[in-house]
């Protein structure tokens, strides 16, 4: 039986995640559901986003998917594609008794992976901004919302937003 595939993402209402290899906002409040989300599993993201990051994300097995072949990073796992960043996933995800596998960007890689995903964990954020990265339209008929929970801004958020979890149809 395999691991569950999730796909984390802040999207605001326009469908962006980021603009210049970055997060167009603050939201300290989804940072911190991201962390819970993550915690105790392997996450694979694309090498920009790891880029933006920096370093490997403690208590989380970091898998990278980058087709450059002599990219290599301390303390991450390296995927030349998609298919072996999942199945690197799921050993690492068995190995560590995992509950899911937490994809968690960029752009490019949602849109691979999107139809891997079991689930999806999204913040909807309340802001239109400008960027270079969005999330993959969410088809109705292959997602059905099983959770929604709005949040006004608290004092270290640049933005209101709604926790909202998708599971496959």
Not at 102 to 125: C, S
């Amino acid at each position: 039986m395999s691991v569950p595939v999730v796909l984390v993402a802040a999207v605001a209402r326009n469908g962006v995640i980021g603009v210049r290899n970055g997060l167009p906002w603050h939201l300290s409040s989804d940072l911190k559901r991201f962390k819970a989300l993550t915690m105790g599993q392997p996450i694979i993201m694309g090498r920009k986003t790891f880029d933006s990051i920096g370093k490997p994300l403690p208590g989380r097995e970091t898998i990278v998917v980058s087709r450059d072949a002599a990219y290599c990073h301390v303390g991450v796992h390296v995927a030349a594609s998609i298919a072996s960043a999942l199945e690197l996933g799921q050993m690492l995800a068995r190995r560590m008794g995992a509950p899911s596998i937490a994809v968690i960007g960029g752009g490019t890689i949602y849109d691979q992976v999107m139809e891997h995903a079991d689930r999806l964990e999204i913040t909807e954020v309340d802001a239109t901004p400008e960027g270079d990265a969005r999330f993959p339209a969410i088809d109705p008929a292959r997602w059905r919302e099983t959770a929604r929970e709005a949040h006004d801004a608290g004092p270290k958020d640049d933005h209101a937003f709604v926790f909202v979890s998708l599971t496959r149809r």
